[in-house]
């Protein structure tokens, strides 16, 4: 709808555009994408509905914390932090750490203190975060391109 309208399209510029990628600003934002691949992921993981919860997760908060901290650390940052793709290790990274900190959260949330053991637990925690840190420096299948 944005799109559509050039009255709400520069609204919405003006307050978010410092976030924004440059791509987006006159073409539909990743969200379409992102909604897609949710549909997609409800339909693929019926029986467990904690990967879908995990995958919204990691994609709806931790991909746009990434972006930001990239995006707000640019001017920065050394060039050597900056992939060829657009992202970088800053963005990454923090991604990285937010996306153990959602799965901290959502483990309390969703299981008994007893269910894992403590080293399970920091096993999930880890690794949660690294999958959806590095899952963030894909762009369309190219991996530090």
């Given at each position: 709808?944005?799109?559509?309208?050039?009255?709400?399209?520069?609204?919405?510029?003006?307050?978010t555009g410092q976030i924004?990628?440059?791509?987006?600003?006159?073409?539909?934002?990743?969200?379409?994408?992102?909604?897609?691949?949710?549909?997609?992921?409800g339909l693929l993981t019926?029986?467990?509905?904690?990967?879908?919860?995990?995958?919204?997760?990691?994609?709806?908060?931790?991909?746009?914390?990434?972006?930001?901290?990239?995006?707000?650390?640019?001017?920065?940052?050394?060039?050597?932090?900056?992939?060829?793709?657009?992202?970088?290790?800053?963005?990454?990274?923090?991604?990285?750490?937010?996306?153990?900190?959602?799965?901290?959260?959502?483990?309390?949330?969703?299981?008994?203190?007893?269910?894992?053991?403590?080293?399970?637990?920091?096993?999930?925690?880890?690794?949660?975060?690294?999958?959806?840190?590095?899952?963030?420096?894909?762009?369309?299948g190219h991996f530090m391109?």
């Amino acid at each position: 709808g944005r799109l559509k309208s050039q009255y709400l399209n520069d609204l919405i510029i003006k307050y978010t555009g410092q976030i924004m990628r440059a791509g987006e600003i006159n073409k539909p934002s990743g969200i379409c994408y992102f909604l897609t691949g949710v549909l997609i992921s409800g339909l693929l993981t019926l029986p467990d509905k904690n990967i879908l919860l995990m995958s919204v997760l990691y994609l709806g908060f931790g991909d746009p914390f990434a972006s930001a901290c990239g995006i707000l650390t640019r001017p920065f940052s050394p060039r050597f932090v900056q992939l060829s793709n657009g992202k970088s290790l800053v963005g990454t990274f923090c991604d990285i750490l937010f996306c153990m900190f959602l799965t901290y959260v959502f483990l309390i949330w969703r299981y008994d203190a007893s269910f894992f053991t403590d080293e399970q637990f920091r096993i999930f925690v880890i690794g949660g975060g690294f999958i959806g840190g590095l899952s963030e420096m894909f762009l369309f299948g190219h991996f530090m391109t």
